[in-house]
């Protein structure tokens, strides 16, 4: 798969930067890898210490002020997909992989809360749908992209580009809502996935945000569809969890199996068939 290109945006932070080109013509550091001044403006890419490490390449809360290779609030932005929160992004795939055996084999309703948790959403199942309710998030077969989206591109709506899903779409109010403000800039949201099985994926995500999905929820096709894996946006495995009041106390069993179903065929459905083998 190929890695998330980003930029640094903005032009004080080149200004800053240039104070010290000598240096950040090719400056390498654990945090944001290999800044580089061109015509073009600045751009950051991987270092080797962030290809071998989950510590995402953005984080310079340790430089110091004015310290040589380092700038401060850099912005990263996600070429391919811009519309991406990128360090809410990493935020999210961090609290993930924090959830333990105990947090992902529980009942449902606890495991899903854990889910939101992780993905920046408060547990909102009495909201007005549309107004931050999160009660369906990762409960039926389409719901299940945990999508982390810029500001700017929260009130984006479908023109019809993504098919099956109605347009307009609006829901950059229940976004601003849901979304716990301690992952970073942007907004979370729970997604639909349809579509997702496009190469590339054509869902609400990709298209209508215009972002990557920091993960999303696949139902693993055994028997009783009553386990999952939780996989990146190149179809990664991130976690998995098999609950412990299912199948009786899961989504019903039509919404799992067409779940796996929308994914069949793509990347997103590897790790799930793996898993069922």
């Known amino acids: 798969s190929q890695p998330m290109r980003f930029h640094l945006l903005s032009t004080a932070v080149a200004a800053s930067c240039a104070r010290h080109a ?12 290999t800044v580089v001044l061109s015509s073009s403006g600045v751009r950051v890419g991987a270092s080797q210490d962030e290809k071998n490490s989950s510590t995402p390449c953005f984080n310079n809360s340790h430089s110091k002020a004015g310290e040589e290779g380092f700038c401060d609030n850099l912005k990263m932005v996600d070429e391919e ?17 924090s959830l333990t055996k105990a947090d992902l084999n529980g009942k449902w309703e606890e495991v899903r809360r854990k889910l939101l948790w992780a993905g920046g959403l408060r547990d909102l199942p009495n ?5 931050g309710y999160t009660g369906h998030s990762f409960n039926d077969y389409n719901h299940v992209d945990l999508t982390t989206m810029n500001d ?15 347009i307009g779409n609006r829901l950059g109010s229940g ?9 970073g800039p942007g907004g979370s949201w729970s997604t639909c ?31 009783q569809f009553d386990s999952f894996v939780i996989v990146d946006d190149e179809g990664g495995l991130l976690a998995m969890g098999q609950p412990s009041d299912g199948p009786g106390g899961l989504p019903l ?5 067409l779940n796996f179903r929308i994914m069949q065929g793509s990347k997103y459905a590897v790790e799930a068939e793996k898993a069922a083998s």
Not at 127 to 131: E, T
Not at 175 to 183: G, K, M, Q, T
């Open 22 to 33: 000598n240096a950040l013509l090719s400056t390498r550091s654990a945090f944001i890898g």
């Open 81 to 97: 997909y811009p519309g991406t929160a990128v360090e809410r992004l990493h935020a999210v795939r961090e609290r993930v992989k």
């Open 127 to 131: 909201a007005v749908p549309g107004q």
């Open 152 to 166: 700017q591109v929260s009130n984006n709506e479908n023109d019809g580009q993504v098919k099956g899903i109605a």
């Open 175 to 183: 976004i601003r809502i849901a979304s716990l403000p301690e992952l």
């Open 193 to 223: 996935a349809i579509n997702c099985n496009k190469d590339p994926p054509q869902d609400v995500a990709h298209i209508q945000f215009r972002s990557r999905v920091a993960f999303k929820l696949v139902w693993v096709p055994n028997e």
């Open 253 to 257: 069993l039509r919404e799992r199996m």
